[in-house]
T-cell receptor, first 114, second 112 residues
């Protein structure tokens, strides 16, 4: 299975600061998914890309969130300005292989906004 | 909103016992998948069962699917301390090009 590298693993930032989370599939994939995990809401889909194009961003909480996938091997999720309620673990996932229904997840970025 | 809901929310058993987790969902599906998440890690895909299948095995894992009841169960036999993790079900809609929808998970603790 292809792996997914996320960076940073942990991020602590002050309210109002810009935060950029990164996702790098080891093998390029046309589909990529950003999820957010909290105790209260579980795992929520934020946005997903097919062929590097954003298909559905209805899960993005508000305009403070934006995501890009400039190529098949890289994606970013940006929060500007960040707020304490954005504190969560953010995961990036890709299909296990082309045409696969299952996903491979990165290890996540734990974001704390103080 | 969550498509899948796991039950129970938490489960604690002794090593060697079997662990059963249930998942209920709301709409028609193409398949249902189970994932495991160890503390501080990403989710790991365990097993997939298609809507036309009723039961599937993989090692110590047994998954059942009842589409008439819109429910699935994950059985882990002869549990080990290393099975301690959160387990999530995820559903794939028939349309195929939509992302997986995850439940909130069951936290399993296996006590040695």
């Amino acid at each position: 299975d292809a792996g997914v590298i996320q960076s940073p693993r942990h991020e602590v930032t002050e309210m109002g600061q810009e935060v950029t989370l990164r996702c790098k599939p080891i093998s390029g994939h046309n589909s990529l998914f950003w999820y957010r995990q909290t105790m209260m809401r579980g795992l929520e889909l934020l946005i997903y890309f097919n062929n590097n194009v954003p298909i559905d961003d209805s899960g993005m909480p508000e305009d403070r969130f934006s995501a890009k996938m400039p190529n098949a091997s890289f994606s970013t999720l940006k929060i500007q300005p960040s707020e304490p309620r954005d504190s969560a673990v953010y995961f990036c996932a890709i299909p296990k292989q082309q045409g696969s229904w299952g996903y491979t997840f990165g290890s996540g970025t734990r974001l704390t906004v103080v | 909103s969550q498509q899948g809901e796991e039950d129970p929310q938490a489960l604690s058993i002794q090593e060697g016992e079997n662990a059963t987790m249930n998942c209920s969902y709301k709409t028609s599906i193409n398949n249902l998948q189970w994932y495991r998440q160890n503390s501080g890690r990403g989710l790991v895909h365990l097993i997939l069962i298609r809507s036309n299948e009723r039961e599937k095995h993989s090692g110590r894992l047994r998954v059942t699917l009842d589409t008439s009841k819109k429910s699935s169960s994950l059985l882990i036999t002869a549990s080990r301390a290393a099975d301690t993790a959160s387990y999530f079900c995820a559903t794939a809609l028939p349309s195929g090009n939509t992302p997986l929808v995850f439940g909130k998970g069951t936290r399993l603790s296996v006590i040695a």
